[in-house]
């Protein structure tokens, strides 16, 4: 077994312990989420990350993975940039912290500048927070104060998509899709002010549409409609993520969110774009509102503009939502949190988009997503793979199925999912499963690394297929 105390700090390690030691300290001790202690005990605990570089992670018995979603969708710089973390300590040395609330400091202000300079249209306000739950909750309140301070403190109705993720604070977790174990888990205490769209995945369409284009208007139809049966003004906002992550990659065509943009300007309804999974370069642009060339009024991202080197979100907002909160006391935007607009969070954002530019990630993100969805289309062969989604940078998906006919999916077997993802790993592969096979690799892949990232993700559809008995 290895021995962690190798290189780790002494105030990290007071006592060598072996992996099978640390793995039982987790159990004993960290509490988990999202996932069943009782799967973690009878695997012998959990895996357990003891270093990074680029694309992969090594794991504390000294195996190597590729990262396939990096980390939770976040880590577009790849893994092991010393100078982030240089910025960070050079930071922290110089001021750690000042109150958020009350006084500003030079990287947060750095940073907001970069940041409204990258986002599309006259988005020029830049809030900082934790994180992406953080940045939902910013934006859904601001969207209410923003028509309360403009005499319609009655739009207080928010519509979101079926099968997308926002989040999993309460107000977050509200605008999930019903039906999720996250939400249902807290659905007694949850506000009763979302009202759930369907979602334009040609794959799944509510409406059987035979092409994107007709899912899409559909979709973005569904929409309007809704907010004219709640009533214009008592709707708030439209929330929407460019490529729905939680929804299983959902990639719309461009016409979608145009027609959103239409009906929310036609109901004075405010549109918010969730950017916190496809912000900063994961779809091969820095947001992926771009590649419709709409403008939201208001963005919430996090996850890739840190690479997640360090906690770190924020939302954004154009100037005529800016410009609702000034002229007197009762205006104010009364909303933040204690580690907002953090000196030595925004440090690092800085370092990282340096990286993200400096060295074309991108660009990259574009090339390699493209190869990417064309390396997975030969999966088709298999028996037990329905839909291979993506295209737009390094968001894609593989979708498998018991039958392709009636698309039943695959981990419908009891144990299925257990196994896709043990056969995945012991091939070299950490990712997300469920109904399908999610891919979101670090930004800073290359052909080769795709390559063998595919050929991965064959062998254990392959392996899974004979254990099953399918094909």
């Known amino acids: 077994m290895a021995d962690v105390t190798t290189s780790a700090p002494p105030l990290l390690a007071p006592t060598p312990r072996d992996a099978g030691q640390v793995k039982q300290a987790a159990l004993d001790h960290l509490w988990f989420p999202m996932q069943q202690w009782d799967d973690l005990a009878q695997d012998g605990g959990p895996i357990v990350i003891v270093e990074g570089k680029g694309a992969k992670l090594r794991d504390i018995d000294g195996k190597w993975y590729y990262d396939g979603v990096a980390g939770q969708m976040l880590v577009n710089a790849g893994h092991g940039w010393d100078e982030i ?3 960070l300590a050079e930071q922290a040395s110089r ?23 990258l986002a599309p249209g006259d988005l020029n306000h830049v809030m900082f927070m934790s994180g992406g739950s953080e940045a939902i909750e910013t934006a859904l309140k601001a969207a209410y104060k923003f028509h309360a301070n403009n005499g319609q403190p009655g739009r207080n109705l928010f519509i979101a998509r079926k099968g997308s993720y926002h989040g999993t604070s309460l107000g977050a977790l509200a605008i999930n899709t019903a039906g999720t174990v996250n939400r249902d888990a807290f659905g007694a205490i949850l506000p009763d002010n979302v009202r759930f769209a369907p979602q334009p995945f040609l ?16 979709c973005a139809q569904a929409v309007a409609d809704m907010i004219e049966a709640e009533g214009p003004d008592n709707v708030a906002g439209v929330i929407a993520d460019p490529i729905s992550a939680g929804a299983g990659i959902v990639v719309p065509g461009p016409a979608y969110f145009q027609l959103l943009r239409e009906a929310c300007d036609h109901y004075g309804v405010l549109l918010i774009a969730d950017e916190v999974v496809t912000g900063f370069g994961r779809t091969g642009r820095w947001f992926g509102v771009e590649h419709s060339g709409v403008v939201p009024d208001l963005i919430t991202f996090a996850k890739g503009i840190s690479s997640g080197y360090v906690p770190l979100g924020g939302c954004i907002a154009r100037e005529h939502i800016h410009e609702a909160f000034k002229g007197g006391a009762d205006r104010t935007f009364t909303h933040g949190f204690t580690y907002g607009n953090h000196p030595v969070s925004t440090a690092g954002g800085l370092a990282n988009l340096e990286i993200l530019k400096r060295e074309g990630v991108v660009e990259n993100a574009a090339a390699q997503g493209a190869y990417l969805l064309e390396r997975l289309g030969q999966l088709y062969e ?27 999916p695959l981990i419908s077997i009891d144990g299925a999912e257990q196994l896709i993802r043990k056969r995945a790993a012991g091939h070299g592969l950490l990712t997300r499963i469920g109904r399908d096979i999610a891919l979101a690799p670090p930004l800073i892949l290359t052909h080769e690394e795709v390559d063998e990232i595919v050929e991965i993700i064959d062998r254990t559809i392959t392996d899974v297929e004979q254990e099953l008995g399918i094909g």
Request: with cysteine; aromatic share 8%; charged share 20%.
């Open 382 to 408: 298999h028996p037990t793979v329905g839909d291979v989604r993506g295209g737009l940078g390094l968001l894609a998906a593989v979708e498998l199925v018991r039958d392709k006919a009636t698309k039943e």
């Open 203 to 218: 794959y799944h369409c509510e409406f059987d549409s035979t092409t994107q284009e007709e899912c899409d208007t559909k």
């Open 85 to 87: 973390g240089q910025a």
């Open 95 to 117: 001021i750690h912290y000042a109150g958020a609330f009350y006084y500003a400091t030079p990287p947060a202000i750095t940073l907001a500048e970069q940041v409204a300079s």
